[in-house]
DNA sequence: GACTTTCTCGGACAATTGTCCTAATCACGA
DNA sequence: TCGTGATTAGGACAATTGTCCGAGAAAGTC
């Protein structure tokens, strides 16, 4: 098996296991058992927990943005693809009501275990932030009006996130979804007027 | 030191830190030199850690209902009680930027470890839950359209407090929050139709 | 086929984890 | 003052943690 093949398997594992349990309690072990390595093979491809945890972070960065990137090579216009990252609470629905949002799950515990990435992993926030910024303004709204409605998207989003993975009822989901379309349609008219 | 106090000085110390460092991230060494006691001294107390998290919800729970029945004895309105709902987040904004939400973060994590106590965490949310969709039921809406505004107001604030502690800025805190009191005014005005 | 680089294995390491036991100390009533 | 039960200290325990080493297998080059 060559070695960017097995480095890029475990960067695979530990983003799934880091999402499924946590950071913290995911262990080398539970990563080579995934991987089907041994355990001191690490050493060869990472040095230390933390430099995994970097690659993880960066892959997501990567994946984030080439989503991203798809949903804005797609022909259809800013309110629709805002609609799309709102959809995604229902694409994934069932992984968020299970481990809530990667994204929001993971700074959190960075948070708290006071660790270094904390800030990478807060980038990916920015990433959606920005992207939904500009979709925002794309629809007319200027520059701080935008940022504040993306930062209001994503702050509702993730308290949905966090609520479906206590509470596990889809139609809870599903209808603050629906709110959030709504509220984008609201967003949009006011827009034309 | 009666063994009372002991154990409460356990209860409040893991409270504490379960909070700051997590659940996992808190080892029973850093509870007793928080509390300045030997390690040993656990096994007369709590038999696992599993019991000491049971007695930090308990307790998290008498908290918050007690929280809950002052805001219901004072004097005002059911809109100015949820007012006060909202303003935790100014209110404690300092460690929610720090920390997130203690009762979102804690029923994350206990979720990824897959833990038996998570559907207790998950009570503090429905403890929130019922008192808010009562308020929204004192202010005239319906019981199913009640609890609806009611998860959709926890939801927001759940959302915020995951957005605070990743971005650490008062001001979109600040805004949200606003926003969400206008949001209120609108629910309340809607009723006196 | 020989050689060198790349990669993998199995195990060792010190530290830390949650758990548990025993002996000592404390408070307090008889 | 003695004795009894409640409380604490200190350390032992097996298991697991992240880290690291050295021997060997695999792959590629000459």
Redesign the pocket.
């Known amino acids: 098996?060559?070695?960017?093949d097995?480095r890029a398997q475990i960067v695979e594992a530990a983003d799934q296991l880091f999402y499924e349990r946590g950071f913290e309690h995911?262990?080398?072990?539970?990563i080579a058992a995934q991987v089907q390595?041994?355990?001191?093979?690490?050493?060869?491809?990472f040095?230390?927990?933390?430099e995994i945890l970097d690659a993880v972070i960066r892959q997501r960065l990567e994946n984030t943005q080439a989503m991203l990137d798809d949903w804005e090579a797609e022909g259809a216009g800013p309110a629709e693809r805002i609609t799309s990252f709102i959809q995604i609470l229902i694409v994934n629905q069932s992984k968020i009501m299970a481990f809530g949002c990667p994204v929001g799950t993971l700074t959190s515990e960075l948070a708290k275990l006071g660790h270094p990435s904390q800030a990478g992993a807060a980038g990916l926030f920015s990433l959606f932030r920005h992207w939904l910024a500009r979709q925002f303004a794309l629809m007319g709204h200027e520059a701080a009006d935008a940022d504040r409605l993306a930062l209001h998207l994503l702050a509702r989003s993730q308290g949905v996130a966090t609520l479906a993975s206590a509470l596990r009822d889809p139609a809870f989901v599903e209808g603050e979804v629906q709110e959030m379309c709504s509220w984008l349609a609201a967003q949009t008219s006011s827009c034309l007027q």
Chains 1, 2 share one sequence.
Do not use: E, L, Q, V
């Open positions: 098996m060559a070695a960017t097995t995911t262990s080398f072990a539970d390595i041994s355990r001191g093979n690490f050493y060869y491809h040095r230390t927990k933390d």
